[in-house]
């Protein structure tokens, strides 16, 4: 199986500056994406730093490996290159007092043939699109995610709760972090789809769904995506990554743009 990807970010409507980042190698099937967190520009700092780290180190370790690693090989390698990362936005935060509390929520994907190895720390999202309808495949590390799940609030309360944005789990605060990674079957025109919070706390799970179904290609489905956040408020940065599988006789092709 083949895949195509498109990334795109956007600040929104009521920042000045992105603190997310997204990156991609195209040869090792990779996608990151990060959505920062920290005063003056220490979010972005830690978003790309995260993004950066990721795909230059995990994807060397993927071109390397090629397909006679096993899925175990590529989650442990998933995990040393977070910690390693999460090490690395650690000691900056802690020896630049710019940089101090700065960290970053991950989501990082793997595909491999028919299988996708997914990765998550805090609450940037991956949803799977398939045969029409959407599913999340990632679980929220934050606040309102623990109290949707003890039965305190529902998930239309949480939609208007005072605790978003807050998380239990980001890369760079602590010195270690642990990453929680899934493999999924990946089935020919499955469309895959990486978020940060600005575009999931702006557009509900349905919206999502008609928008990435109503347009034919990924780049378009990206920007309806984006526009649409932004028409609900655009009160954060917006980042998106999409990926498709296809039967390997098509061609694959990629794109990445960036929205300012």
Known sequence: MSFEFFC????????????DSVSMDEAASLIVLADGMGGYNAG???????????TTELGRWLREASSTALDTDVKRAMDICVDNGNRAIFNAANSNPQYAGMGTTLVVA?????????????????????????????????LLQEQI??????????AFSANKNLVTRAVGVEDTVLLETHVHEVMPGDLYLLCSDGLSDMLDDESIS???????????????????????????????????GRSSSTASRSWWPFRK
Do not use: P, W
């Open 44 to 54: 972005e700092v830690a978003s790309g730093m995260a993004t950066s780290f990721l």
């Open 210 to 244: 008609q928008l990435l179904q109503a347009c034919d290609s990924l780049d378009e489905a990206a920007g309806a995506l984006i526009d649409a956040a932004n028409d609900a408020g655009g009160k954060d940065n917006i980042s998106v990554i999409l990926a498709r």
């Open 110 to 142: 793997v595909f491999r043939d028919s299988r996708l190895l997914l990765g998550h720390v805090g609450d940037s999202r991956g949803y799977r699109l398939r045969a029409g309808r959407l599913v999340q495949i990632t679980h929220d590390h934050s």
């Open 8 to 19: 795109a970010t956007d600040t929104g409507r009521a920042r000045n500056n992105n603190e």
């Open 149 to 158: 799940d003890a039965g305190l609030i529902t998930v239309e309360q949480a």
